[in-house]
């Protein structure tokens, strides 16, 4: 009889082999939603961000090259310092080809 009994699977309880299943449920289902919840905030950054950039392509770039053309570094400084004050913009750089 002890060969018989080494050859059934260890008895667990009902109540235990649900908990199991409910926790690995509710850990994949948490998993899902967090995955789920990063791409939307990743797309809606991503969207905002390339409207921001749109956005100063727009204003700010014709009025940067009207000042380059006028060589009017005050008024370069003003707009290169209202570009970087944006939530979305990190840091700014313009290069002129004549390397200023």
């Not at 053309?69 to 004050?85: L, S, T």
């Amino acid at each position: 009889m002890a060969g018989e009994n080494s050859s059934l699977p260890p008895f667990r309880s009902l109540t235990s082999t649900l908990i199991h299943s409910i926790v690995i449920a509710g850990a994949l289902c948490t998993i899902g939603v967090a995955l789920l919840q990063l791409a939307l905030t990743y797309h809606t950054q991503r969207g905002t961000f390339e409207h921001e950039v749109h956005l100063i392509a727009q204003t700010n770039v014709p009025l940067l090259s009207v000042n380059l053309w006028d060589i009017e570094p005050d008024a370069i400084r003003r707009q290169m310092k209202g570009i970087v004050e944006r939530p979305q913009i990190a840091h700014a750089r313009l290069l002129a080809v004549t390397g200023q």
